[in-house]
C-alpha cells in the first residue's frame, strides 16, 4: 500500500477551539458523517471500514506553510476516495469558498502526483470536498465556483471552472427535520442546537451508550475535551469547570448541577437566541437589499449587467454600503459605471 499523502492546508487557522478537530479525527465520527449526510446511493458502495486519515504537513511549491486539514481516504472498489473536511467555524460566510475550495484541491492533487499516489490505471482519485459549516447565520455563499465568474463569451464555456462542494450547515440541519438515528454526528448537531440541561443530558447518555467499547475510549475523550472547551463555555460563561477527561464525567457533572445551571442555561439561551435573530435578521437586510439592487439593475442596464453584479454585491456584507448602491444606481451612466463602482467598493473592503 503507499504511503498516504500529507493532508489538506488551511490559508488561514480556524477560528473555533481544537476540540471539534479532535472529534473529526476520529475514524468513526466521519463514517458517521458519511453514511447519514452525504445524499445518493453510491455512498453504501464505499468501504467504510477502510477509512484512514491522511495526516502530516507539508510546504507549497510556493513555499508558505498552511496548517493541516482534515483529509480521509477510503476504498471505493479497487480505488481509493478521498474526503476532504473542512471544518468552517468563523462568524461570517465566505463568499469565496467555492474558490478556496478549488485551490485546496488543486493543492490535494498536486501532492498526490508528487508521492505517486495514483490509481491502477495511473490518474487521480475522486475527492469528496465537505463544508462542515456552524455559523449563526445560515450560509448563502454559492456552493459551486461558476456563478463567481463573470459572464463571458460561449466559446470560452469550456473553459470555465465548476467547482462545487458539500455543505453540511448544522445549525439548519438540526432544525429541518429528523435527523439520521443512533448517529455520532446527528447527537452533536443536536447538542448545538439543544435548548435545555435535560435535553443535553439525554442526548449524553445516548453517546455513553454508544460508546462504550474499549476501543472507543479515544473518541469518548475527544466529545468530553468538546464539552470542556467549547460547548460548556459557551452555555455557562463565567462558571468555573473542572477538567473533564470522560463522557460519563460530563453527564455526572450535568447531574449534579442540574437546579443551579437550569436557570443560567435558560438565560444564557434567551440571549443567544436574541443574538442569532438578530444576526439573522440583519443577513435577512442584506439578503433583500441584494435582491432589490439586482432587479433595479436588470430593468436599467439589462439581464447581463445584473448577473455580473450578483457576485460582487455577495462580496459585500456591510448593510449600509448596500443601503448606499442604491443612490449609486441613480447616477451611474450606464452598466460598466454601475460595476466599476461595485469593484471599487470590493476593493476597499478587501484592503
Known amino acids: 500500500m503507499k504511503t498516504p499523502p500529507p493532508s489538506m492546508s488551511r490559508l488561514r487557522e480556524p477560528t473555533h477551539d481544537s476540540g471539534y478537530k479532535l472529534l473529526y479525527s476520529h475514524a468513526d465520527m466521519v463514517r458517521d458523517l458519511l453514511r447519514g449526510f452525504v445524499p445518493g446511493a453510491w455512498v453504501h458502495r464505499l468501504d467504510l471500514t477502510t477509512l484512514e486519515r491522511c495526516s502530516g504537513s507539508y510546504v507549497t511549491d510556493d513555499l508558505r506553510d498552511r496548517a493541516d486539514d482534515l483529509v480521509w481516504r477510503l476504498r471505493w472498489g479497487a480505488d481509493w476516495l478521498?474526503?476532504?473536511?473542512?471544518?468552517?467555524?468563523?462568524?461570517?460566510?465566505?463568499?469565496?469558498?467555492?474558490?478556496?475550495?478549488?485551490?485546496?484541491?488543486?493543492?490535494?492533487?498536486?501532492?498526490?502526483?508528487?508521492?505517486?499516489?495514483?490509481?491502477?490505471?495511473?490518474?487521480?482519485?475522486?475527492?469528496?470536498?465537505?463544508?462542515?459549516?456552524?455559523?449563526?447565520?445560515?450560509?448563502?455563499?454559492?456552493?459551486?465556483?461558476?456563478?463567481?465568474?463573470?459572464?463571458?463569451?460561449?466559446?470560452?464555456?469550456?473553459?470555465?471552472?465548476?467547482?462545487?462542494?458539500?455543505?453540511?450547515?448544522?445549525?439548519?440541519l438540526a432544525k429541518a427535520g429528523p435527523l439520521p438515528e443512533r448517529n455520532l454526528c446527528a447527537a452533536l448537531f443536536r447538542l448545538e442546537a439543544s435548548r435545555g440541561v435535560d435535553e443535553t443530558m439525554g442526548i449524553v447518555q445516548a453517546l455513553v451508550d454508544w460508546l462504550k467499547a474499549p476501543e472507543q475510549t479515544g473518541l469518548r475523550r475527544a466529545f468530553a475535551v468538546w464539552f470542556g472547551r467549547i460547548f460548556l463555555p459557551k452555555r455557562l460563561p463565567g462558571v468555573q469547570l473542572p477538567p473533564i477527561g470522560d463522557l460519563c464525567e460530563v453527564y455526572h457533572m450535568l447531574a449534579d448541577n442540574l437546579e443551579t445551571w437550569t436557570d443560567q442555561w435558560k438565560r444564557e439561551g434567551i440571549e443567544q437566541g436574541i443574538e442569532r435573530g438578530l444576526a439573522q435578521g440583519m443577513e435577512q437586510g442584506r439578503e433583500a437589499t441584494r435582491h432589490i439592487l439586482v432587479r433595479q439593475v436588470r430593468r436599467r442596464f439589462g439581464a447581463t449587467t445584473a448577473e455580473r453584479t450578483k457576485p460582487l454585491l455577495a462580496r459585500i456584507t456591510d448593510l449600509q454600503q448596500l443601503e448606499d448602491l442604491a443612490e449609486q444606481l441613480l447616477i451611474s451612466a450606464d452598466g460598466d459605471d454601475w460595476l466599476q463602482a461595485l469593484r471599487d467598493i470590493c476593493a476597499g473592503n478587501e484592503q
Not at 99 to 112: A, E, K, P, S
Not at 150 to 160: G, I, K, N, Q
Open 82 to 172: 478521498y474526503v476532504y473536511l473542512l471544518l468552517e467555524f468563523q462568524s461570517t460566510v465566505d463568499p469565496w469558498m467555492a474558490v478556496r475550495i478549488q485551490t485546496y484541491l488543486g493543492l490535494l492533487y498536486q501532492d498526490l502526483i508528487r508521492a505517486k499516489n495514483l490509481s491502477a490505471a495511473g490518474r487521480l482519485p475522486p475527492v469528496l470536498p465537505v463544508v462542515l459549516y456552524n455559523g449563526v447565520t445560515p450560509w448563502t455563499a454559492a456552493d459551486t465556483l461558476e456563478p463567481l465568474i463573470e459572464p463571458a463569451p460561449l466559446v470560452l464555456d469550456t473553459y470555465r471552472p465548476r467547482q462545487a462542494y458539500l455543505l453540511l450547515d448544522e445549525q439548519r
